[in-house]
């Protein structure tokens, strides 16, 4: 990995722990000094384990021009609540139509069946709900619809990672369907995200394994279509701190910024909008210059912990953020739940409470 492209922690270094390793020496001694510490941390563990906690969406009037520039983030959010707890909604992708309805694609996860689908919900401009439609739904997992738009056409590569490769989708308006183009890569990429810049196309994402949330690919290619060729030094950078990507990237008077998640407490916690300096087939480097978190004293934010998703379309932001709902029945039937999902898929605790994406 090229060592210029490590993250450079600058006016908010002291807002977030640069390294995960460095923050359990601090905890370990912390907890010398202090031997109620670990106590409390039990204590505070089981009371968390009284609340659900699930992904939802949210969106609200704003221009991320702004947002990037004044470096505040704290609109009013209308948060769009879930049903069942059974669910989760998470990785919105926003676009609007020209008659200013407004169309979200987003991640519908189902623990029952324990694959996410995709779908799409439309709003017309007072935020009523028009319609609501599954787009993609094979029994496979998918998240994460990142939209490309390009000679007034609508391309959706949703992650597809337990398939073990990503796949470009071509999005018909009129039918409101998803169209098979074809594999754009055999990789099983997490958040794959695509900028176009000096005439390549740039695809970063990071990998389903052992670092999902740490180790940032990159790969380029001269068509949206490909092939993809991976960049000299991948993994170009590889921090829990603003690598992941969390959304589309934004272009503000020539300068790229790219939303990015920050993982090191826990999987998704907050957004770093970092700023690219250098990107070519050899180099890569970024800088943090903004955090983004939820205002916890807004009342609309109230239950709202954590957010790992940015996307705008016009004057409009979408988000998701984590809800924490004190429902301890609910929390011992997910409990059965997942001693269940255990069984039968196999998996781990973590990957079954945490992630199902990473």
């Known amino acids: 990995m090229n060592p210029s492209a490590q993250i450079k922690i600058k006016s908010f270094k002291d807002r977030i722990k640069v390294n995960y390793v ?24 089981l009371i968390e384990k ?16 702004d947002i990037i520039l004044t470096k ?34 987003f991640e519908d996860f189902d623990f029952n069946k324990f694959y996410g689908k995709i779908k799409l919900v439309s709003f017309d401009k007072n935020l009523k709900l028009i319609s609501e439609k599954v787009l993609l739904d094979t029994g496979c997992h998918f998240s994460y619809p990142f939209i490309f738009e390009e000679d007034n056409r609508i391309y959706v590569f949703p992650e597809s990672a337990q398939s073990g490769g ?29 900028l176009k810049y000096e005439d390549k196309y740039w695809l970063f994402a990071t990998m389903k394994g052992q670092d999902p949330y740490s180790k940032l690919h990159i790969y380029f290619s001269e068509n949206l279509f490909g092939p993809y060729n991976p960049h000299h030094d991948n993994p170009v950078k ?22 990015t998640q920050n993982c090191v407490t826990r999987y998704g916690d907050s957004i770093t909008i970092n700023k690219v300096n250098v990107l070519n087939e050899h180099r890569f480097e970024e800088e943090p210059i903004m955090l983004i978190s939820l205002n916890k004293n807004r009342h609309s934010n109230r239950q709202m912990h954590t957010i790992h998703t940015l996307n705008f379309a016009d004057q409009l932001i979408v988000v998701d953020g984590m809800k924490w709902t004190f429902s301890p029945f ?3 039937r997910t409990f059965i739940r997942n001693r269940r999902l255990e069984r039968q898929l196999s998996v781990s605790k973590y990957d079954i409470r945490s992630n199902p994406d990473g």
């Open 50 to 65: 009284l609340y659900h906690k699930q992904w939802i969406i949210g969106i609200c009037k704003g221009d991320i021009k």
């Open 238 to 259: 590889n921090s829990l701190i603003g690598s992941r990507p969390a959304g589309n990237f934004i272009k503000i008077n020539g300068i790229i910024y790219r939303p």
């Open 166 to 194: 990503l796949f470009c989708y071509e999005y018909d308006p009129k039918k409101q369907s998803l169209n098979l183009l074809k594999q754009i890569i055999d990789l099983p990429l997490l958040d794959s995200t695509i």
């Open 22 to 45: 460095q923050d359990k020496e601090i905890n370990s001694s912390l907890s010398c000094k202090l031997p109620f510490t670990k106590m409390s941390g039990l204590i505070q563990k």
């Open 330 to 332: 609910d929390q011992w």
């Open 72 to 105: 505040s983030f704290d609109p009013e959010i209308t948060w769009i609540p879930v049903k069942s707890f059974d669910n989760f909604h998470a990785d919105p992708f926003l676009f609007i139509t020209k008659n200013g309805n407004i169309n979200i694609f």
